[in-house]
């Protein structure tokens, strides 16, 4: 007889084993992982079955025992507020890791800002990516999460931005700053976009106008 297939955009209740606040107002939340996923790829989170869910970019590798994301508190957010209160053994809802955002394996470029680093790090921790260079954009320094261990991969190919202080080793300015100084922007490889829409949009459009095809970028947008 055929086993029936099971409904992968159905929510399912699993226990958070930890939620801890890495940087003021952003979490790092887990729980144990009983599903493979592709690095790159989302899940959706709830906290009842009478609120839509919200969605996430899975921020752990595919050998971690747990599966991890990394949010802001959005005050007046309808999930984040609450989520950020989940204490370990508490419940959430969660669905399957689903999402298209897939690096090729080739040598990329990755773009993001704030917690839009999360399916790169992803990436890094699954043993992708080690001959991608990665541009991380924040505000303050506090906000370039796992900096040490993404340095440790990656040395020279990470590049980090901060537009609301001066870092001794980043570029004080926005990502888009950085880039448009840039007379070496090599057009022939695959872009990855990570963050808000703004960002994107920006960061897609100078791209585009430093020679890059179209379809050579690819953007995960956090709306
Ligand atoms: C593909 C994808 C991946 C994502 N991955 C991540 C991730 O890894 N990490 C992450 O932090 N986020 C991610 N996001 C964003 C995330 O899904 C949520 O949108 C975000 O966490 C806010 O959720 P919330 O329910 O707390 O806030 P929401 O209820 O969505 O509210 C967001 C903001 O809008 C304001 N607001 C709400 N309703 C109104 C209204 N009617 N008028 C005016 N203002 C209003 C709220 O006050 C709040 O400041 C992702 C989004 C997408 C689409």
Known sequence: ???KEEDLSQLRR???TSNREISPGVHYLSYKRTREFIPGQVIKVSLSANNPPRIYSICSGTSDPEI???FNIKEGGLLTPELARVKPGDTILVSAPYGGFISSGEAEWWISTGTGIAPFYSMLRS???KNCCLIHGVRQGSQFYFQEEIRAILGEQYLTCCSGEEIPGSFFGRVTDWLSTREDIP??????LCG???MVVDVRDLLIEKGVPFENI???IYF
């Open 218 to 220: 690819t953007s995960e």
């Open 1 to 3: 007889m055929k086993r």
């Open 196 to 198: 808000k829409a703004l």
């Open 68 to 70: 991890s994301i990394l």
């Open 14 to 16: 699993v226990e958070v």
């Open 187 to 192: 057009a022939g490889i695959k872009y990855y």
């Open 127 to 129: 043993g992708l990516g």
